[in-house]
Nanobody
Framework: QVQLVESGGGLVQPGGSLRLSCAAS????????MGWYRQAPGKQRELVAA???????NYADSVKGRFTISRGNAKNTVYLEMNSLKPEDTAVYYC?????????????WGQGTQVTVSS
């Protein structure tokens, strides 16, 4: 059974920092691309940051220079370091694991963790 468990969300003041973690089980973690998505109330889910199995990263323009995604394959964990947080970063953040093989594309989602940026 695949599980992605996010942690690290919470309430933070504008300009503050948070570090999200996503612990994966039930998959061969090092084979998967990992991503962080977010969904704000009334908005569509959007990609925040992603890291491939090889370690290449990409970011949404809105978070470039402020957020950093990384992965620890030994711990089956992906991280999202968020700095200089803004109120518009407020959303539920979801972890995603994605792999494309001959048989097709397979992806898994975590349950989400709330991040609220407010004074």
């Amino acid at each position: 059974q695949v599980q992605l468990v996010e942690s690290g969300g919470g309430l933070v003041q504008p300009g503050g920092s948070l570090r999200l973690s996503c612990a994966a089980s039930g998959i061969i973690f090092s084979f998967y691309g990992m991503g962080w998505y977010r969904q704000a109330p009334g908005k569509q889910r959007e990609l925040v940051a992603a890291i491939t199995s090889g370690g290449s990263t990409n970011y949404a323009d809105s978070v470039k220079g402020r957020f950093t995604i990384s992965r620890g394959n030994a711990k089956n964990t992906v991280y999202l370091e968020m700095n200089s947080l803004k109120p518009e970063d407020t959303a539920v953040y979801y972890c995603n694991a994605d792999i494309r093989v001959v048989a097709g594309r397979f992806e898994h989602w975590g349950q989400g963790t709330q991040v609220t940026v407010s004074s």
